[in-house]
């Protein structure tokens, strides 16, 4: 077969290309209608109810929570369909409901802070303009018996754990064919937090800037500087997600260069004036701390 030096794709206006890897090596090239790509449906204000769960509480708005029969893990809906489309998977195109956000003025690029659209994140992705939004646990992944983890309140979140491993514990949550479990994303975070502005339950100077309100209140609210039980606070409750920005930090899929892994939200000896909910730091992902636990969210098919 020859061998070109450029692959040039054409299209009529109002078409564009998204171009991703696939899960077996391949090189995948979808072309897009402009006008309709980043249209998410309206299915984000009727929440899926998966097999073996029940709704307890909430509305899509609000915190739409979900309870899984055999353990008690609850989660939580996140209506993508209802953001602004003003985040990004490619880092350089923020016209995406569903995607990073770059509130504090960080570089999102290929090399620097970057999340690759391929693997389960594409999945993930394609999911939720079906389904207009995901789930997200509700409280820090703690360990329960024979090691198993869960999404419950009243548990020590599950720390002391590296990138890697938190990685592979998420993915043993939920490994259904219709229903998947994984590590959350840098986009599945930002989402939550673009929920947190859209809702107006904090602003966004109050999620993204050092000296506000939002600072004052964690650093207040932190004064104990010890690691609680999930869910043991109300005041670090938003939208019915418990420990969003207090208790532990959260290992996310986003990467800074090809190695670091980012740690997201707010330790408990930290403060929002230091370290608010919307900061991203790098660590070593073969390294474990008591202050970083994790958190996972579902894929739908």
Not at 95 to 113: A, D, I, P, T
Not at 171 to 178: D, G, N
Not at 286 to 296: C, K, Q, V, Y
Request: with cysteine.
């Amino acid at each position: 077969m020859k061998r070109y030096e450029k692959f040039v794709l054409e299209a009529e206006k109002g078409i564009t290309f998204e171009v991703s890897e696939g899960t077996s090596g391949e090189l995948i090239v979808r072309a897009l209608n402009i006008a309709t790509a980043n249209v998410s449906t309206e299915n984000y204000a009727n929440p899926p109810i998966l097999e073996g769960y029940k709704h307890i509480c909430g509305e899509w708005n609000n915190g739409f929570v979900i309870e899984r029969s055999s353990d008690g893990s609850q989660f939580v809906w996140i209506p993508v369909g209802s953001l602004d489309a003003n985040g990004t998977l490619d880092g350089e195109n923020f016209s995406e409901k569903f995607g990073r956000r770059n509130h504090r003025n960080v570089k999102l690029s290929s090399y620097s802070y970057n999340e690759p659209l391929n693997g389960e994140l594409l999945e993930q992705f394609e999911s939720v303009k079906k389904y207009g939004g995901f789930y997200i646990s509700r409280y820090n992944i703690s360990e329960g018996s024979a090691g198993k983890p869960r999404s419950i309140r009243g548990m020590m979140p599950w720390t002391n754990i590296n990138f890697y491993e938190a990685k592979k514990i998420a993915a043993t949550i939920e490994r259904k064919e219709t229903v998947k479990s994984h590590l959350v994303f840098g986009a599945e975070y930002d989402s939550v937090l673009e929920w947190i502005i859209k809702t107006e339950v904090k602003t966004l100077t109050e999620i993204v800037e050092d000296s506000t309100e939002w600072g004052n209140y964690w650093n207040t609210k932190n004064s104990t500087r010890e690691i609680v039980k999930t869910g043991s606070r109300e005041e670090w409750c938003v939208n019915n997600i418990y420990d969003i920005a207090g208790n532990v930090n959260e290992w996310t899929q986003e990467q800074n260069k090809s190695f670091y892994r980012i740690i997201r939200g707010g330790y408990s000896y930290s403060t929002g004036f230091d370290y608010p909910v919307a900061y991203r730091y790098y660590d070593d992902p073969r390294e474990g701390h008591s202050r970083t636990g994790f958190r996972a969210a579902l894929y739908i098919k």
